[in-house]
């Protein structure tokens, strides 16, 4: 049976990634940010997008499975979020900022929960039954392998 993960530590996981990936891309300018690695390979500007889109995305689930119970919770097509919305900002920085607000404000939720909170469930479409702390862990895993991605695009130095 696998140990519940420490909701403390897991909220600071969480809140390291905001210094992480301003600390990474501090001094990145918007072009580089853009330049994608490879044909069909997202640049670290569209990673950004995605973790912003993500993290609305998730925001929302969280609050459902808070207000609601047993809510559905819709999933979305990542790849065509990016492709449709990734450019809307003009600086990468404004997303990077986009995503730091509603990542705060997803923490706060986080750090504000009773014990019995994080065990609230709802239906993800295609994973199943997901909780509060599953969303959680998620995010946090999910925040490791896209500042990897961004660190491998920005080592790469991009085409164009």
Known sequence: MPQAPDHPRLC???????????????NVGPARLRRAPGPDEWSAAMVIAHLADSEMAYGVRLRLLLTEPRPVLAPFDDNAWVERFSSL???????LTRWRVLREANVRIFESLEDTEWKQAGVQVERGEQTV??????????DRNHLDQIRRTLAEGGRG
Do not use: F, M, Y
Not at 12 to 26: E, F, G, I, M
Not at 89 to 95: A, C, G, I, R
Not at 135 to 141: E, G, Q, W
């Open 12 to 26: 600071d996981r969480l809140k390291s990634t905001v210094r992480d990936l301003v600390a990474l891309t501090a």
């Open 89 to 95: 900002d003009q600086d990468p920085k404004d997303t």
């Open 133 to 142: 702390e599953q969303i959680a862990v998620l995010l946090a895993d999910h």
